[in-house]
């Protein structure tokens, strides 16, 4: 819808500069003109992708034993995984939208229970850095 807006805008700014009659006027406004509709072209598309992204996310229970105790190295070797859900194409369309959160909870139990919120294109990212670690129960959250 904005990227039309953006487009609707594009045009009536073009026809309003080409019906002018002042050929310095028109080369000093021309690129001014350019610059503010690709801004706004990619405020939109920005605000495109980043729904998108936002409509994509999904959930993961993960669920510790009580005997789960990782090292630290486990722990830094996780957070370096977690980067790599970071997006390579597109990244600052959607950069908050792709964000991972962690959420602490319990469970239906009473257990100590972390949600984690990815984009659905980080899923398997996610659960690739998830199986590294011994005693973790991976559910749906509900």
């Known amino acids: 819808m904005l990227v039309l807006i953006a487009v ?5 700014l073009a ?7 002042l050929p310095d006027l028109q080369l000093a406004v021309a690129p001014g003109g350019a610059v503010v509709c690709m801004a706004v072209t990619l405020l939109a598309a920005r605000f495109v992708v980043t729904r ?6 999904v959930g993961l229970a993960v669920v510790p034993a009580d005997e789960f105790d ?3 190295e486990a ?7 977690l980067q790599r859900t970071r997006r390579r194409v597109r990244g600052w369309l959607d950069k908050r939208a792709s964000a ?8 239906h139990a009473g257990r100590l229970a972390y949600l984690i919120e990815a984009p659905a294109q980080a899923q398997e990212t996610l ?3 998830l199986r590294a670690f011994d005693g973790l129960e991976l559910r749906d959250p509900d």
Request: charged share 25%; proline share 5%; aromatic share 2%.
């Open 100 to 107: 991972v959160r962690i959420t602490l909870t319990n469970d």
């Open 8 to 12: 609707v805008v594009s045009v009536a």
């Open 15 to 21: 026809r309003s500069l080409s019906e002018l009659n």
């Open 127 to 129: 659960r690739a850095a």
């Open 75 to 81: 722990v830094l070797r996780f957070a370096a995984q």
């Open 52 to 57: 998108r992204t936002l409509r994509s996310r």
């Open 70 to 72: 990782p090292s630290p």
